[in-house]
């Protein structure tokens, strides 16, 4: 279901149709912060694929929406941080490192294991 998020390349609307199905699925069964650990895995396999990066518009639309949708959950504001960190990583082309510095060095650590970066 997350590959299909990130595979969609339907408007606006269509993604937050997209978003809110997801969030519904998860949420129904308790599993927010698992949404969103998935939303931050994947960002690391979009990188390793070694294909082209999407579109800093595509990757801002998706932090965006995910920030709104989730903006209630407090639990999952940590990881949601997280996530953002990762979107921007990526507009940065997944080579500027210094992006993770905003970052706790624990949450930092995370974005370093998805994205395989080495010490």
């Known amino acids: 279901m997350i590959k299909g998020f990130f595979d969609h390349t339907g408007g606006v609307i269509e ?19 698992e949404l969103v650990e998935e939303l931050i895995t994947h960002l690391g396999i979009l990188l390793r694929e070694g294909g082209c990066l999407p579109e800093n518009e595509i990757l ?16 999952a504001s940590i990881s949601l941080r997280i996530f953002r960190t990762g979107i921007e990583f990526l507009k940065a082309g997944g080579e ?24």
């Open 96 to 119: 500027d490192r210094s992006v993770l510095l905003s970052l706790h060095q624990e949450e930092r650590r995370i974005l370093e294991q998805v994205f395989q970066l080495e010490d």
């Open 15 to 33: 993604r937050e149709l997209v978003v809110q199905g997801l969030l519904r699925a998860y949420s129904d069964n308790g599993l927010v912060l």
């Open 60 to 75: 801002e639309g998706w932090a965006t929406e995910w920030e709104a949708a989730l903006s209630s959950y407090t639990e």
